[in-house]
């Protein structure tokens, strides 16, 4: 089974960018479709985007399309989060999942990392 490390959250101001990156463990990694999904205080965790296994297909939430971007590097075993144009409201934890079926459901993901802090000021 595949562990998540995440890392490249932090303190930004709005309109800045941040690149969010996931390290995983296994030599499974590429048979595992990734997302990454984000929580903000008191509210659910959400989607944000998913790519499939191979790459070839991500997805986004509405709300953040045009603005971020999923990518993997399988020979590092690493998903990647480009940020752009951030707001407040992306302010949250995100969090990198892995899992066979991928897609916007949590239940498309059984493995997932301890998460890293995203701070968007005003």
């Known amino acids: 089974q595949v562990q998540l490390v995440e890392s490249g959250g932090g303190l930004v101001q709005a309109g800045g960018s941040l690149r969010l990156s996931c390290a995983a463990s296994?030599?499974?990694?590429?048979?595992?479709?990734m997302g990454w999904f984000r929580q903000a205080p008191g509210k659910e965790r959400t989607f944000v985007a998913s790519i499939t296994y191979s790459g070839r297909s991500t997805y986004y939430a509405d709300s953040v399309k045009g603005r971020f971007t999923i990518s993997r590097d399988n020979a590092k075993n690493t998903v990647y989060l480009q940020m752009n144009d951030l707001k407040p409201e992306d302010t949250a934890v995100y969090y990198c999942?892995?899992?066979?079926?991928?897609?916007?459901?949590?239940?498309?993901?059984?493995?997932w990392g301890q998460g890293t802090q995203v701070t968007v000021s005003s």
């Open positions: 999942a892995a899992g066979q079926y991928g897609g916007a459901s949590y239940y498309g993901y059984d493995t």
């Open positions: 296994g030599r499974t990694f590429s048979s595992y479709a």
